[in-house]
């Protein structure tokens, strides 16, 4: 295990033809001292850095700007919530140096490298407020920190090892995502990794507290240091790991209540419709809107019905749908029929039946993605179905429950434990079954 705060490469924004912003005091460029506007282009197989006078700085395949003292960039353009129903652009401001690469097919990425620490203070607060309980905020930094950095030790692990994460076979396609898409840095600073939303989200000093209060402080178990995922809302129920993402069961990311009172888990249909119907006893089922507030983000709190939902489509709409998303045409949608379900209710394999094709998809990821424009909450759903008079659907209607893959930490589960009055540890040993914390540097 690591003894000292490792460095994180962390990628704001990739594959554009070009990219623009400001050093907001004075980077170092070699030799050169740089401050104010900049654009990056192509030239040919390198960068060209021209500044706002339109002089060019310099012209190599990556530049490496240093920021002296505590300088800060500001990117435009940045995207957030990349393909879900919240995305949208924003100029946004980072602590770090700059790394600027080109990438084989001429479009240009741009990384922050960052220490560990400074770099959890603005994913803590891109994920939650930054007013949201200080116990909740601790959680959540060692939440994060450990997950980060168990998947730097797996990936220096695994450098050169094939990554299978489709599995195809007659009549059906299974497919899981995690981290495999980033070849130029270490973590995106989206919702596929962590979200890290710069420097503006630091609005409080409760979040420098909770990151200093739990400096180098990790969740351990069997003397390795824990793969922590988190969720925004489990829906009472959080889910196993291996009904997410690989096949490899992972002891500490089990199914647990998210309640004081045990509920039943998940193993027929009829139970999934109860369960998913109702609004049971939840630290995530929660409509106070002062304490979502002070919990969410701005943009998250346009998202009222995380908890129980419903999504309603005509049945030529889903068809639509499911052509654009999946590549497929199923021909007329016949019946969405769940195959295998998880202890949290969520679907990991759905089948699609139409009269051109009939297909089962799975991980949850992939079904959130194939019968939604953006992304359903989530994939513990149960499907309504209208039929005509021949049989034929004439509407879907999806009634599902919680918002993410339900793994691990349940983010507003945990901040209401908080506001009644758990400590860190109580919160984190709720979620993550037989795990401790210990401090590593």
Avoid at 215 to 228: K, Q, T
Avoid at 344 to 371: A, D, H, N, P, Q
Wanted: charged share 25%.
């Amino acid at each position: 295990m690591i003894n000292r705060e490792p460095t994180i490469h962390v990628g704001i924004v990739e594959r554009r033809p070009r990219i623009s912003g400001e050093f907001n005091g004075p980077f170092k460029l070699g030799e050169h001292s740089l401050s104010g506007g900049f654009n990056a282009t192509r030239d040919g197989d390198a960068i060209i850095l021209i500044d706002a006078t339109g002089e060019v700085l310099c012209r190599t395949k990556e530049i490496s700007c240093v920021a002296i003292a505590n300088s800060t960039f500001t990117l435009h353009d940045v995207t957030i919530g990349v393909s879900f129903h919240w995305e949208r652009k924003e100029q946004q401001t980072f602590q770090g140096d700059l790394k600027l690469k080109l990438r084989s097919d001429g479009t240009l990425t741009a990384v922050d490298v960052v220490p560990v620490e400074q770099y959890l203070a603005s994913v803590i607060s891109s994920e939650m407020s930054a007013e949201a309980p200080p116990e909740f905020l601790k959680a959540q930094a060692i939440t994060s920190r450990s997950w980060l950095v168990a998947m730097l030790e797996r990936e220096r692990k695994n450098v050169g090892m094939p990554l299978q994460r489709t599995l195809q076979r007659e009549g059906e396609l299974i497919r899981w995502y995690d981290r495999e898409d980033h070849d130029l840095f270490d973590v995106c600073a989206d919702d596929h990794c962590q979200r890290n939303q710069g420097a503006t989200k630091i609005v409080s000093g409760k979040v420098a507290e909770a990151v200093a209060a739990t400096r180098g402080v990790f969740l351990i178990h069997d003397n390795r240091i824990c793969d922590a995922r988190f969720s925004k809302s489990c829906g009472g129920l959080t889910e196993r790991f291996e009904n997410c993402w690989e096949d490899s069961p992972v002891p500490y990311l089990q199914c647990v209540s998210d309640s004081l009172h045990p509920h039943s888990q998940i193993t027929n249909e009829a139970q999934a419709l109860d369960w998913i119907r109702v609004r049971p006893d939840a630290y995530c089922n929660t409509a106070d809107s002062q304490l979502l507030k002070q919990i969410l983000p701005s943009f998250d709190q346009e998202t009222t019905d995380f908890f129980r939902w419903k999504s309603e489509y005509r049945r030529e709409e889903l068809e639509e749908v499911l052509r654009e998303k999946s590549g497929i045409d199923f021909g007329t949608l016949m019946d969405l029929v769940p195959v295998q379900r998880g202890l949290s209710g969520r679907i990991v394999r759905l089948r699609i039946k139409g009269t051109k094709k009939t297909l089962t998809v799975g991980k949850e990821l992939e079904i959130r993605r194939w019968l939604s424009k953006s992304h359903l909450y989530s994939s513990a759903l149960v499907v309504e179905t209208e039929r005509g008079s021949a049989g034929v659907p004439v509407r879907f209607v999806l009634h599902g429950a919680g918002w993410g893959h339900g793994v691990g930490l349940c983010q507003i589960g945990a901040a209401v434990m908080a506001t009644r009055g758990f400590k860190a540890e109580d919160i984190l040993r709720h979620y993550f079954t037989g795990v401790e914390t210990k401090k590593l540097y």
